[in-house]
């Protein structure tokens, strides 16, 4: 069992800056990959940025590439998502997950969901 906690959601104004950050407790050994979801509401859940466990290979939606960045440290089971230039439409729950595989992870097919961080940005 693999246990993954939420911090750092807010309410934050356009164009502002966000961090939210997962820590990962529990049997996390061959779930190597962390990233990141988001559900708006009304809206299906989506893929926002995933991270293997080298911290090197990373994959962003296309919706966030050149605003967000995700990083990890592996000392800590800690994933982190930096938001940058934040958009009205980020607005949404911030999900942590972790899987085995980069490839079929960013297709939403993980093992382990957080309960979710809420990030509202405010027009």
């Known amino acids: 069992q693999v246990e993954l906690v939420e911090s750092g959601g807010g309410l934050v104004q356009a164009g502002g800056s966000l961090r939210v950050s997962c820590a990962a407790s529990?049997?996390?050994?061959?779930?190597?990959?962390m990233g990141w979801f988001r559900q708006a509401p009304g809206k299906e859940r989506e893929f926002v940025a995933a991270?293997?466990?080298?911290?090197?290979?990373?994959s962003l939606s296309d919706s966030v590439k050149g605003r967000f960045t995700i990083s990890r440290d592996n000392a800590k089971n800690t994933v982190n998502l930096q938001m940058n230039r934040l958009k009205p439409e980020d607005t949404a729950i911030y999900y942590c997950?972790?899987?085995?595989?980069?490839?079929?992870?960013?297709?939403?097919?993980?093992?382990?969901w957080g309960r979710g961080t809420q990030v509202t940005v405010s027009s």
């Open positions: 529990g049997r996390t050994f061959g779930y190597s990959v």
């Open positions: 991270i293997d466990g080298s911290g090197i290979a990373t």
């Open positions: 997950a972790v899987g085995p595989n980069i490839f079929v992870f960013t297709d939403g097919k993980v093992d382990y």
